[in-house]
């Protein structure tokens, strides 16, 4: 398996602007987590879905973000307008599980988002 | 509330030196806490996961010790090589519902390997 597959690696744009970060997740996962990280706050979890539907989503700092999984292999993160303060790294990770003991994630090697 | 500190916040070893990555916590009631290695412009890999009755898990060159008691973990590197220049996550899993949102990051160590 490729692992969790992220795009684009690197995405600019400016203020006010619609940003769709996608991710394709391990085959067999059924959880799939969307982190933001940033210099300043670390690695902050923004939602999780299982089995396609969104468990927690308390993450998600404003209405500006929402997020998507319409398949088991695809999910999408949208920022919409984006805002200068939203640049950061964004990571999708998968697992077999939530975060019960000894369940492991998969990251992605993530997108840097930067938004001018 | 729920806090994970790591120390040190930077570190500088020769090649060939071991160190000793801290975290302390604060979370409660612990499930399992977890060290993450995090190569520069990619994403955080799994190094080790122990639960409350583990008190030393190893994975190769790394070692993690926990003590609930003091609520404290380590992060040992033994002969360290260039490779091992990354940043050093300890993340800690509330028990509870199960929800991801009971995990709490630390801020991460940045270690430096020199030659």
């Known amino acids: 398996d490729a692992g969790v597959i992220q795009s684009p690696r690197h995405e600019v744009t400016e203020m006010g602007q619609e940003v769709t970060l996608r991710c394709k997740p391990i085959?067999?996962?059924?959880?799939l987590f969307w982190y933001r990280q940033t210099m300043m706050r670390g690695l902050e979890l923004l939602i999780y879905f299982n089995n396609n539907v969104p468990i927690d989503d308390s993450g998600m700092p404003e209405d500006r973000f929402s997020a998507k999984m319409p398949n088991a292999s695809f999910s999408t993160l949208k920022i919409q307008p984006s805002e200068p303060r939203d640049s950061a790294v964004y990571f999708c990770?998968?697992?077999?599980?939530?975060?019960?003991?000894?369940?492991?994630?998969?990251f992605g090697a993530g997108t840097r988002l930067s938004v001018l | 509330k729920n806090q994970v500190e790591q120390s040190p916040q930077s570190l500088i070893i020769l090649e060939g030196k071991n160190c000793t990555l801290q975290c302390n916590y604060t979370v409660s009631p612990f499930s399992n806490l977890r060290w993450y290695k995090q190569d520069t412009g990619r994403g955080p890999v799994s190094l080790t996961i122990m639960t409350f009755s583990e008190n030393t898990k190893s994975n190769g060159r790394y070692t993690a010790t926990l003590d609930a008691d003091t609520k404290q973990s380590s992060l040992h590197i033994t002969a360290s090589q260039l490779s091992d220049s990354a940043s050093y996550i300890c993340?800690?899993?509330?028990?509870?519902?199960?929800?991801?949102?009971?995990?709490?990051f630390g801020s991460g160590t940045q270690l430096t390997v020199l030659p």
């Open positions: 085959s067999g996962h059924d959880y």
């Open positions: 993340v800690v899993s509330a028990s509870g519902s199960g929800s991801a949102r009971q995990l709490t």
């Open positions: 990770a998968s697992s077999t599980q939530g975060t019960a003991a000894k369940n492991i994630q998969y």
